[in-house]
């Protein structure tokens, strides 16, 4: 098998406590790397979950909003209702 040599930059000090956890592990980061590599291809995708947000963030969010909406008397209030109450405010602005 042929090898390749495979360069990243990285922050310093992410790179010192990556080194310190593999070793923890009983690897280099190398292997570390390796590994994610291998397991890449293997699934054909990322092997963890990449957010923007926090998980549940949507959803809180909503639920947020719903308390939100019961609070201030508009809970189950139709889509067109809704609609005409915020024409109605940009009006008075």
Same mark, same amino acid.
């Given at each position: 098998m042929a090898v390749s040599t495979f360069s990243v930059r990285m922050d310093e000090n992410l790179k010192n406590e990556l080194d310190e956890l593999c070793a923890q592990f009983g690897m280099n980061t190398s292997v570390a790397i390796n590994i994610f590599a291998r397991a890449v291809?293997?699934?054909r995708r990322i092997p963890f979950e990449i957010s923007a947000t926090a998980p549940n963030a949507g959803l /809180?969010?909503? /639920?947020a909003l719903r308390v939100q909406a019961k609070e201030n008397g508009v809970q189950g209030m139709p889509l067109r209702a809704i609609n005409r109450e915020i024409a109605e405010s940009r009006k008075r602005k």
């Open positions: 291809v293997r699934e /809180q969010a909503f /639920q």
